[in-house]
């Protein structure tokens, strides 16, 4: 009997599990644009864009090679997944329903408890081993352990897979290599031109749907360029490999007002759609290296970031949900300031990080952790906030992804289970790592003066107002001996400027 083969928004990969175990021109898949998943958060239309778009060719493809496929179109008006799933088991009186693991938690929790009983026939759900790492392998390294480093992980995922391995041994005689990769950009060597596709007649459709649909949406959805089909992302890979790989680890936590992405690979939209697969990318890094074209520094921070951070995240995800989503130790409840969304600040670095956000759906790391992420550390803004704006304005964005970069590495909201202190920073950071400051309102070599930089007096406040969880930390102690040893006075004025900017967080 026919089954129906579920495939998701970020699943369009044809190594997908549950395609593997299905047949095709016997069983027939299943693709939905729903309300639901497009409007639980207010994605940027680039996101929607690029996501139904690369659903729309991916449905094409899996029918040239031979599946069925129903697929509901946004304008069809099914309100959510299940929905879609139900018309299409009513219509062919399927068996049973196959679909690989999701990436979150809400949408797993249903396939398992509310579609068999929906559906009234069995729901296969595949473990998803486009990933290095399964989710009980994470659990058993786990267990038992006081800290979960992500350092650590990484180190048995390179085991695991071999990258940059010397027999036993890393390659170059270190693990890691971050020390290296902390240069400022000085506008040498030259930024490589952006790759840009240009919409084809599927992307058009469903770029004038967005426009229509969720012109409410934070985000500019004019001049979308990104891949959407494979074959153009496999061209985005040979591009980052090619034009920006050897100087990607220099200069990977530096930012410029003069160029939005560096030289970053913005692959990542590509990675959590499943047109790109982790350990591909890894490998085409790793064999530039070996061929002499790219730099160790460079190539170890790049697949750290894949087979390290990517599959860290993800296991701390599965690990700790859903209780994660509750965590707050800090005690952040602090609106999101509007700038967020788009309101004008005289903060150089935060209009460009929105800037760029709202132009592309994309921020390097840097402007997302050390900017944003930053600012939203020490103004103590509520965690579902700034979780729903992470998870709403990036096209990389998904849950298991996006929650614990934003409550844990952003927020410190765990209380240290993913990042052992809080990063926060300083103007003095965004002065060292860019040339931001410069075109700046403010100024970053003062704290207390109502022309100072925001970010300076928010870290002291912030360092004070957390000084008992965090005052004989080992990696803070050195901080608050020097707040201690600041004048009294100076002191005050800084706190007293902190409390006016966490109360007025919409005038900055």
Known sequence: MTRLVVVLGDQLS??????????????????????????????????????????????????????????YYYDMGYGSLLEAVQ???????ASEVLITECGEYRLQNAFRQ????????????????RFICPHEEFQAWAKGRRQL?????????????????????PEGGRWNFDSDNRARYQGDPPCPTA????????????????????????????????????EHALQALTH??????????DYQDAMASDHDSLFHSLLSPYLNAGLLLPLEVCQAAEAAWQQGKAPLNAVEGFIRQIIGWREYVRGIYWLTMPSYLENNVLNSTAPLPALYWGAPTKMFCASQAIRVTREHAHAHHIQRLMVTGNLALLLGVDVEEIHRWYLAVYADAYEWVELPNTLGMVMHADGGLLASKPYAASGKY???????????????????????????????????????RFKNHPRMAMIYRSWEKMDQQKRQRIIMRGNWLVANSDSL
């Open 14 to 71: 044809i190594e997908l599990a549950s395609l593997r175990h299905a047949t095709a021109g016997k069983d027939r898949i299943v693709m939905a644009e729903v309300r639901e998943e497009a409007r639980y958060v207010p994605h940027h239309p680039k996101k929607i864009i690029f996501l139904f778009s690369a659903m729309r060719h991916f449905a094409e493809k899996l029918r040239g090679l031979g599946w069925q496929v129903d697929y």
């Open 87 to 93: 018309h299409s088991q009513q219509k062919t009186m």
């Open 114 to 129: 509310e579609w068999p009983t929906a559906l009234k026939v069995p729901v296969q759900i595949l473990h998803d081993d």
């Open 149 to 169: 480093r992500m350092e650590y992980f990484y180190r048995e995922m390179r085991r695991k897979t071999g990258l940059l391995m010397n027999g036993s041994e």
């Open 195 to 230: 790759l840009r596709f240009a919409p084809d007649a599927i992307t058009q459709q469903v770029t004038n749907l967005v426009k229509t649909e969720f012109k409410d949406h934070f985000g500019d959805p004019e001049h979308f360029a990104l891949a959407v089909t494979r």
């Open 240 to 249: 980052f490999i090619e034009q920006s790989l050897p100087w990607f680890g």
């Open 430 to 468: 965004v002065q060292r790592m860019s040339d931001y400051c410069g075109h700046c309102h403010y100024k970053v070599g003062t704290a207390d003066q109502s022309d100072s930089c925001p970010l300076n007096a928010l870290y002291w406040h912030f360092i004070d107002r957390h000084s008992k």
